[in-house]
Structures are given as C-alpha cells and as structure tokens.
C-alpha cells in the first residue's frame, strides 16, 4: 500500500510520529510531501499535493495534517475525489473506513498527542471498508461532487 504524507508547519513534528506508526506496516511506503520545517506555510497547498497522488492512484491512501486538523481537512474534501476524516479518537477513524471508505485521514498536530495518533493511525490503516448499504451512501457523498 501507498500512502502519501504531509503536514503544515503545524504539526510537522506529528507527521514525523506518525510515519514511525507506518513504518510498523509490512508493505506499506510512505511519500513525505512535507512540509519539513516550521516556516508558514499553507495548509491547502499541502492537502492539494497529498490528494493528487490519492486521485491519480500515485498513492491508496493520504494523510494530512494541520494545527487542528479542521482546515486541511476542508481543503482535502474540496478536492473530487476525495472523503477525508477529521479524526481525534479510535471510534472515528474506525467508522470512516468502515462505513464511509475515507481516503484520507486528517488529524491536528496541536490536538492530539502521538500516543493517540498512533492508535488512530493503526486503527485507521487496519480497518476494512464494510461495502453493503455504506456503499449506497458513499456512492450518494460522491455524487454530490457532480451537482
């Protein structure tokens, strides 16, 4: 699996906790986009990187993350294509895969600490989507890309 990366100056140092968290993943490669340092930069330039790849298939999956998750997750869901999740808990991530296929998981850098993102991440990564009548509603969120 294939996932791309990338942070803001708000959570450069959650970004890096979290690719520990996927190197634990057999198989799976991490592309970092950035940003690496705590120079500004802005959030919606780094959600529109992380989910060309998700588009294009360069990558299955994105992480994006900010200072508190909000505005990258805005920005990544205006992209077609994509169902991003704001998760701050276990339940959250698990649900979003499960019931609503996300794509790509967001998290902010000043909410939540690395222990927890960690179990986010794990639970996120290792949850299947569950299809049946969850796929007739993530077809309806699509569809609302094209009114």
């Not at 649900?95 to 690395?114: D, K, T």
């Amino acid at each position: 699996m294939k996932i791309t990366i990338g942070s803001d100056h708000g959570a450069v140092e959650l970004k890096e906790e979290v690719k520990k968290v996927l190197a634990e993943f057999e198989g799976v490669e991490v592309k970092d986009i950035g940003t690496f340092g705590k120079e500004s930069v802005d959030y919606p330039d780094i959600a529109e990187k992380v989910c060309a790849d998700v588009v294009s298939g360069a990558a299955d999956r994105g992480i994006v993350l900010c200072g508190t998750g909000i505005g990258i997750s805005i920005s990544a869901n205006k992209i077609k294509g994509i169902r991003c999740a704001l998760c701050n808990e276990i339940y959250s991530a698990k649900m979003s895969r499960e019931h609503n296929n996300a794509n790509v998981l967001a998290m902010g850098g000043r909410v939540i600490g690395s222990e927890v993102a960690g179990q986010i991440v794990r639970t996120w990564m290792t949850t299947e989507f569950a299809g049946g009548r969850h796929e007739r509603r993530v077809n309806k969120i699509m569809a609302l890309e094209n009114r």
